[in-house]
């Protein structure tokens, strides 16, 4: 059995094999695979650990206006601002989005991001995305955690396997409810997903 220590250990090694490694057998896809390029998302994370805020902040402005549509862009964009902007700008910044493109729902879901310290506003934000979408993986993502957050692990588990439903081959749900069976210690059921 593996140990609680450990289960960070095995989700890290689950993301880069999701990440990096092949489409798997008998042609399956990733539904909710993201057009930006890994490597550039890398390269903003080694500005930042590097402490060049300016160097992450232009790469990630450019990786956002080449890839629009990519959440993994505009959200690398959105933790790099949050860094140099004060709270109150870096959220009105996203409300601002939202007033301007109601219907979009990425800006929801960038907006969902900037509450998340606020659980109740900050599902409302999450609803609405996936309202808009309901194959966004994303919005799904943020409402598990907001259910983890409150200690309830069998809704978070209940919010993955509803959007699994919805997305039966979307990789990054599979990785957070195959996690997430791994820390209530569902081994077989982590086994299933992660696979």
Same mark, same amino acid.
């Given at each position: 059995?593996?140990?609680?220590?450990?289960?960070?250990?095995?989700?890290?090694?689950?993301?880069?094999?999701?990440?990096?490694?092949?489409?798997?057998?008998?042609?399956?896809?990733?539904?909710?695979?993201?057009?930006?390029?890994?490597?550039?998302?890398?390269?903003?994370?080694?500005?930042? +650990? %590097?402490?060049?805020? !300016?160097?992450?902040? #232009?790469? =990630?402005?450019?990786?956002? /206006?080449? &890839? $629009?549509?990519?959440?993994?862009?505009?959200?690398?964009?959105?933790?790099?601002?949050?860094?140099?902007?004060?709270?109150?700008?870096?959220?009105?910044?996203?409300?601002?989005?939202?007033?301007?493109?109601?219907?979009?729902?990425?800006?929801?879901?960038?907006?969902?991001?900037?509450?998340?310290?606020?659980? +109740? %506003?900050?599902?409302? !934000?999450?609803?609405? #995305?996936? =309202?808009?979408?309901?194959? /966004?993986? &994303? $919005?799904?993502?943020?409402?598990?955690?907001?259910?983890?957050?409150?200690?309830?692990?069998?809704?978070?588990?209940?919010?993955?396997?509803?959007?699994?439903?919805?997305?039966?081959?979307?990789?990054?749900?599979?990785?957070?409810?195959?996690?997430?069976?791994?820390?209530?210690?569902?081994?077989?059921?982590?086994?299933?997903?992660?696979?």
């Amino acid at each position: 059995m593996l140990r609680r220590g450990r289960l960070h250990l095995v989700a890290a090694l689950a993301l880069l094999a999701v990440s990096c490694g092949p489409r798997g057998p008998r042609g399956r896809t990733d539904s909710d695979a993201d057009p930006a390029p890994s490597s550039s998302l890398y390269a903003i994370d080694a500005k930042l +650990a %590097q402490g060049d805020l !300016a160097g992450a902040e #232009a790469a =990630a402005h450019a990786l956002a /206006a080449a &890839w $629009p549509s990519s959440t993994r862009a505009r959200r690398s964009l959105q933790d790099v601002l949050r860094r140099q902007m004060s709270p109150r700008d870096w959220r009105a910044r996203y409300e601002e989005a939202v007033r301007e493109r109601p219907e979009d729902p990425l800006a929801w879901y960038l907006l969902g991001r900037t509450r998340i310290d606020e659980p +109740a %506003q900050a599902r409302e !934000a999450l609803e609405r #995305a996936l =309202a808009l979408d309901p194959s /966004a993986v &994303w $919005p799904v993502v943020g409402l598990a955690y907001l259910e983890q957050s409150e200690g309830d692990l069998f809704r978070a588990v209940e919010t993955y396997e509803g959007a699994l439903g919805r997305s039966p081959r979307s990789r990054t749900l599979r990785l957070m409810l195959g996690t997430l069976y791994l820390e209530l210690q569902l081994y077989v059921d982590a086994q299933r997903h992660l696979e």
